[in-house]
C-alpha cells in the first residue's frame, strides 16, 4: 500500500471525486478493497447520517486503519454508520448475505488486479439493489513512465492496466450496462456501470 503522500497528491479532495461519480446523501455503498481508508471516510461524511457504509478488505491491519480514520472523522462531526468486514472481495456476496442490498459499490485501483473479474462482477450484482451502481475507479491504460506523482511513475505496471472498453468486457455480461465514464484527472476515470433491470441476479 503506498504511503499517503502521494494518495493525498493524487486525491487531494476525495470528497468532490465522490459526488462527481455519482455518490448522494442517504446512500447505502460498499466500499470494496478500501484499503486505510482513503475513500471510506469520505464516504461516511457524504452520505450522512441517514446512509451506510459497508467497508470491505482482506487485509485486516488496513480495516483497522480505516476504522480509525473514521472514528477520528466521527470526532468532527455527524457521518454514516459504518460496517466493518475483513473478507475476501470475491465472497463479497456471501459474507454480505444477510446485509441488504446496497445502492452503489466502489471499488477504487484495485480491479485491474482482480483475477477473475467477471467472477466478481457477477458477485456485485447479487449485492446491489435493482438500478443499483458499481462504479470502478482505474487508471488509465497510459504507459507508467507517463503517471508520476510526486516526480515518480505511479500505478500498476503496464500490462495490467485496463481500458474503459477492457472494463466493459469484464462487466457487462454479468448483468450491468454501462451507464457513464467519468474522467478523474490527472490519471483516472470512473467507469459506472448499473444493474440491468432484468437478468441481473443468478
Not at 482513503?38 to 480495516?63: E, H, Q, S, Y
Not at 476504522?67 to 468532527?76: D, G, H, P, V, Y
Not at 462531526?77 to 459474507?95: E, H, L, T, Y
Request: hydrophobic share 50%; proline share 7%.
Amino acid at each position: 500500500m503506498p504511503d499517503d503522500d502521494w494518495w493525498q497528491a493524487l486525491w487531494p479532495e476525495p470528497m468532490a471525486t465522490l459526488a462527481k461519480i455519482g455518490i448522494a446523501p442517504a446512500m447505502t455503498v460498499i466500499d470494496l478493497c478500501c484499503g486505510n481508508g482513503l475513500f471510506t471516510v469520505p464516504l461516511a461524511t457524504l452520505v450522512g447520517v441517514g446512509g451506510r457504509v459497508i467497508a470491505v478488505d482482506l487485509d485486516k491491519t488496513m480495516l483497522a486503519q480505516a476504522r480509525s480514520r473514521s472514528q477520528q472523522a466521527a470526532e468532527s462531526g455527524p457521518v454514516a454508520a459504518c460496517q466493518w468486514i475483513a473478507a475476501d472481495a470475491s465472497r463479497v456476496d456471501q459474507v454480505l448475505a444477510n446485509s441488504g442490498k446496497a445502492d452503489a459499490l466502489l471499488i477504487a485501483n484495485t480491479f485491474h488486479g482482480v483475477p477473475d473479474q467477471a467472477a466478481l462482477s457477477t458477485a456485485v450484482a447479487r449485492v446491489l439493489k435493482p438500478g443499483g451502481v458499481f462504479i470502478i475507479i482505474n487508471w488509465h491504460a497510459r504507459p507508467r513512465a507517463e503517471t508520476v506523482i510526486l516526480g515518480q511513475p505511479r500505478g500498476p505496471k503496464d500490462e495490467m492496466r485496463m481500458s474503459p472498453e477492457d472494463v466493459d468486457r469484464a462487466v457487462i455480461p454479468s448483468g450491468f450496462r454501462l451507464s457513464d465514464v467519468i474522467e478523474l484527472p490527472p490519471y483516472h476515470y470512473a467507469a459506472v456501470f448499473q444493474v440491468a433491470l432484468v437478468g441481473a441476479r443468478a
